[in-house]
Nanobody, 115 residues
Framework: EVQLVESGGGSVQAGGSLRLSCAVS????????LGWFRQPPGKEREEVAT???????TYADSVKGRFTISKDNAKNTLYLQMDSLKPEDTATYYC?????????WGQGTQVTISS
């Protein structure tokens, strides 16, 4: 059974950076298609970034050029590097898998950006 555990959230000022981690157990990230999602307060959950087994990446337009998704096969961990953060990036962030069904989710980590 695949399990996902996010960490790395916190509160930072606009313009700052955070790196989210998603520790994966039950499978190897190198063989997995994974994604990051977020749910802002009072809004629907939205896809932020995905990374395939071939390390092909996609990004939401709102985060392109600011966020970077990556995997570390040795640590079996998914990352989301978030730079130039904006108040509108405030949300609970989740990692999920697999890309064709998104049926396994982590518990989420809160990110709060102040202006």
């Amino acid at each position: 059974e695949v399990q996902l555990v996010e960490s790395g959230g916190g509160s930072v000022q606009a313009g700052g950076s955070l790196r989210l981690s998603c520790a994966v157990s039950g499978s190897a990230v190198g063989w997995m298609c994974l994604g990051w999602f977020r749910q802002p307060p009072g809004k629907e959950r939205e896809e932020v970034a995905t990374i395939t087994t071939e390390d092909y990446t996609t990004y939401a337009d709102s985060v392109k050029g600011r966020f970077t998704i990556s995997k570390d096969n040795a640590k079996n961990t998914l990352y989301l590097q978030m730079d130039s953060l904006k108040p509108e990036d405030t949300a609970t962030y989740y990692c999920a898998t697999p890309c064709d069904s998104w049926h396994t989710w982590g518990q989420g980590t809160q990110v709060t950006i102040s202006s």
